[in-house]
């Protein structure tokens, strides 16, 4: 049971591509799942579930892979990716910007933030570095905070908050294409924007974290396919020239604490990495057979409506939750599995039609050959629910959250205030 994923993923892309006759953001999204499958497929006849290093449940544990848990995992991850079929981005004609000056402050806004990260953060960098990346997550995960947290302490608090919500630079990465390709602005301009996007990755780091690069990478390849047909040969050769190191100093990184982490596990780093990325599908398949069906929350699918009735986060709560189930919640198994734990099987199907529905809302229809900038940052920050959903649903806290309410604003506002004026003034005018 456990090739039926690898087998359906790759089908999956395969329809997808063969259907649009282009490698589109739906036939990403589905070889990721694919990939993941096969890894997952390797993990178990090679032995790797047995060691708590990459992060599957239980020693010793051999999931059954059911029928039932593997029709929900196939069905309801192919049901969030199904609205990003109806993008053809060969197709893409035209890309507007009717908003122009809110879009210019909102970019000023995220940059900002990314200069306070770049503040806060690089001092440290250069040494941590050279330290224990296991401590250094460890000692994050018994609840110390990192040097640039402590830092930012210090300072006032307009700019704590700032730092606080500075996810939003990530949202620099859409706005790097649109002004690069689009309206074809001097990089001299666009630069600053795709070296703000990077500064999550800062954050990480000094907690020798390897979630945000990841995150990066699989977003800034989503936006290689969602603008392909706008991007021009001096766009390309830029990104070729400066992502070159960039990769290295990335894979680098990811190498060095990986096997920092992992070097006393015994299945060794190459095995714990595999068993990192393979392992969404067999734990998916533990919370459908072991979760409490009792328990429900949505503090992880409402961040900020949970903080504000209920003073309740997923972050303080999760070792609450993890004693009341019996086994540790803080496990990939995709975002649909986030949904599952959290409420139940009916309760991850609504959630995956309620996504997709959303999804369907914003992209209105298929082969749709025009959009607005609104409309691509908007779906940029859905995309990631399925992307990143190869190992959890990415919105989970108030400091995640506030990048989908900020792109669902400048949505709005693109959608309904800026039309309405529109039509008020040529109401006017009329008359």
């Given amino acids: 049971m456990h090739f039926v994923p690898l087998i359906y993923f790759a089908g999956l892309t395969y329809y997808f591509w063969q259907k649009h006759r282009t490698y589109d953001v739906a036939a990403y999204m589905s070889t990721l799942y694919t990939i993941t499958s096969l890894c997952c497929v390797i993990m178990v006849l090679g032995g790797f579930m047995n060691a708590r290093g990459g992060g599957v449940l239980i020693d010793g544990y051999e999931p059954d892979f059911g029928i039932i848990?593997?029709?929900?995992?196939?069905?309801?991850?192919?049901?969030?990716?199904?609205?990003?079929?109806?993008?053809?981005?060969?197709?893409?004609?035209?890309?507007?910007?009717?908003?122009?000056?809110?879009?210019?402050?909102?970019?000023?806004?995220?940059?900002?933030?990314?200069?306070?990260?770049?503040?806060?953060?690089?001092?440290?960098?250069?040494?941590?570095?050279?330290?224990?990346?296991?401590?250094?997550?460890?000692?994050?995960?018994?609840?110390?905070?990192?040097?640039?947290?402590?830092?930012?302490?210090?300072?006032?608090?307009?700019?704590?908050?700032?730092?606080?919500?500075?996810?939003?630079?990530?949202?620099?990465?859409?706005?790097?294409?649109?002004?690069?390709?689009?309206?074809?602005?001097?990089?001299?301009?666009?630069?600053?924007?795709?070296?703000?996007?990077?500064?999550?990755?800062?954050?990480?780091?000094?907690?020798?974290?390897?979630?945000?690069?990841?995150?990066?990478?699989?977003?800034?390849?989503?936006?290689?396919?969602?603008?392909q047909k706008f991007i021009t040969r001096r766009v390309r050769n830029f990104m070729f020239l400066t992502g070159l190191p960039i990769v290295a100093v990335g894979l680098t990184y990811v190498i060095a604490v990986s096997s920092s982490r992992f070097e006393n596990e015994e299945e060794g780093a190459s095995g714990s990495m595999l068993e990192y990325a393979g392992q969404s599908y067999a734990n998916f398949c533990y919370f459908y057979d072991n979760h409490n069906k009792e328990l429900f929350y949505l503090e992880r699918e409402f961040p900020i409506i949970s903080y504000a009735i209920f003073q309740s986060e997923y972050t303080e709560t999760k070792e609450e939750r993890t004693a009341k189930e019996g086994f540790f919640i803080g496990v990939f198994a995709s975002h649909v599995g986030s949904w599952l734990l959290d409420t139940g099987v009916i309760g991850a199907i609504v959630f995956s039609l309620l996504f997709a529905l959303l999804c369907c809302l914003v992209i209105q229809r298929y082969n749709r050959t025009d959009f607005d900038v609104a409309d691509l940052i908007m779906i940029f920050t859905l995309g990631v629910v399925p992307t990143f959903g190869i190992f959890y649903y990415r919105y989970y806290s108030i400091q995640t959250a506030v990048v989908y309410l900020a792109a669902g604003l400048l949505y709005l506002y693109s959608k309904f205030i800026f039309v309405w004026n529109k039509e008020e003034k040529e109401e006017t005018n009329n008359a």
């Fill in 69 to 227: 848990p593997t029709v929900l995992y196939c069905g309801l991850i192919t049901i969030t990716i199904l609205p990003f079929s109806f993008i053809r981005p060969e197709n893409l004609e035209h890309i507007g910007n009717v908003h122009r000056y809110l879009l210019y402050a909102f970019t000023l806004l995220i940059l900002l933030q990314g200069l306070i990260i770049y503040y806060l953060v690089g001092g440290f960098v250069s040494d941590l570095l050279h330290g224990d990346f296991k401590f250094l997550k460890d000692t994050y995960l018994t609840g110390d905070i990192s040097p640039a947290d402590a830092k930012m302490l210090t300072l006032p608090f307009p700019v704590q908050l700032l730092y606080y919500f500075s996810f939003m630079t990530l949202l620099g990465l859409p706005l790097f294409f649109y002004y690069s390709c689009v309206e074809k602005r001097s990089l001299w301009f666009t630069t600053p924007l795709l070296a703000i996007s990077i500064s999550p990755i800062l954050r990480g780091i000094l907690v020798a974290d390897r979630t945000e690069i990841i995150h990066y990478g699989l977003m800034f390849f989503f936006c290689l396919v969602l603008f």
